[in-house]
């Protein structure tokens, strides 16, 4: 649950962020009605059943939402080493040119992997930054005094346009959302505070 980090809102407030145990926590001790809940990761509102005790609400999570999915059968393979077959479908000249590299398939696939990972990720954690950022701001901005040009600004990585834009916002919605969007403009890692 750790790697996961939720943020809980009621109304244009702050009330707790954290992992799923400790926000679930938080919204017990406060009571839970007009809260509204969601993953920074990914900025889209997390769906809860907050009957019973923190920990009956936490068993009723599906596991993708606090942890790994669980895990795929396990066949022939590497499975100390986490290897998990899957099929690959691919052209005779793809089997023939990845049968003449050092190594043979496997090894030429897993760095053609991670050369591509290497490559797109700033690209892909800038678009995941504006996607999570743009779906918070949707639902708690969205009805926000320069809502739409700030949407705008984020995706055009225009960070001095989108904090004058989100300045007049109430300081929680404000800050949360800036803090989703840090990536979007290469701000580098931050602390929400």
């Not at 993953?39 to 939402?65: F, H, M, Q, S, Y």
């Not at 899957?86 to 496997?106: M, Y």
């Not at 779906?135 to 989108?162: K, S, V, W």
Request: charged share 30%.
């Amino acid at each position: 649950m750790a790697d996961f980090h939720w943020t809980a809102f009621r109304g244009e407030n702050r009330i707790a962020g954290g992992s799923p145990a400790e926000v679930i926590t938080a919204i017990k001790a406060g009571g839970h009605e007009g809260v509204l809940v969601f993953d920074d990761a990914t900025g889209k509102p997390v769906d809860l059943d907050l009957r019973g005790t923190p920990e009956d609400c936490l068993g009723r999570l599906p596991t993708d939402a606090v942890g790994p999915v669980a895990p795929v059968e396990r066949r022939p393979g590497r499975p100390k080493l986490g290897v998990v077959p899957r099929e690959v479908t691919l052209l005779p000249r793809h089997w023939e040119w990845l049968a003449r590299q050092p190594g043979g398939a496997s090894v030429a696939l897993r760095k053609l992997v991670d050369a591509a990972r290497a490559a797109s990720s700033s690209g892909d954690d800038r678009r995941r930054a504006q996607e999570a950022a743009d779906r918070f701001m949707r639902a708690l901005g969205g009805d926000r005094p320069g809502y739409e040009d700030a949407a705008r600004a984020l995706y055009a990585g225009q960070e001095d346009r989108f904090k004058e834009l989100t300045e007049s916002w109430p300081k929680d919605v404000r800050d949360h959302a800036r803090y989703l969007a840090r990536a979007a403009f290469d701000a580098g890692p931050a602390v929400e505070k």
